[in-house]
């Protein structure tokens, strides 16, 4: 089992930052695409960010220039920088991340979800 814990969340006037920590625990052999999700009540939840494990990013265009998303294999971390913040971007924000662990003497692909982490952008 590959689990997720995030932090870095929390309340922030609109045009402040924020960072969002996501820290992969397990025995894990590789990790291959991360990305960060959010959900603002009533919408569907979205994808913000994406990086590969070749540290290809892609954003949703609502955020680019602003949300830097980046990686830290060795702390098994991904992080979401979050710059100039709008009322909009008010949301429960996720992390999710692919790859391969050990378990049992085999290896296997995981597909695993943070618990969700809120932000809340104020005027």
């Known amino acids: 089992q590959v689990q997720l814990v995030e932090s870095g969340g929390g309340l922030v006037q609109a045009g402040g930052s924020l960072r969002l920590s996501c820290a992969a625990s397990?025995?894990?052999?590789?990790?291959?695409?991360m990305g960060w999700y959010r959900q603002a009540p009533g919408k569907q939840r979205e994808l913000v960010a994406v990086?590969?494990?070749?540290?290809?990013?892609n954003y949703v265009d609502s955020v680019k220039g602003r949300f830097t998303i980046s990686r830290d294999n060795a702390k098994k971390t991904v992080y979401l920088q979050m710059n100039s913040l709008k009322l909009d971007d008010t949301a429960v924000y996720y992390c999710q991340i692919g790859g391969t662990y050990r378990s049992g003497g085999l290896w296997s692909n995981f597909d695993s979800w943070g618990q969700g982490t809120q932000v809340t952008v104020s005027s």
């Open positions: 990086i590969t494990s070749g540290g290809s990013t």
């Open positions: 397990g025995s894990i052999a590789s990790m291959n695409r």
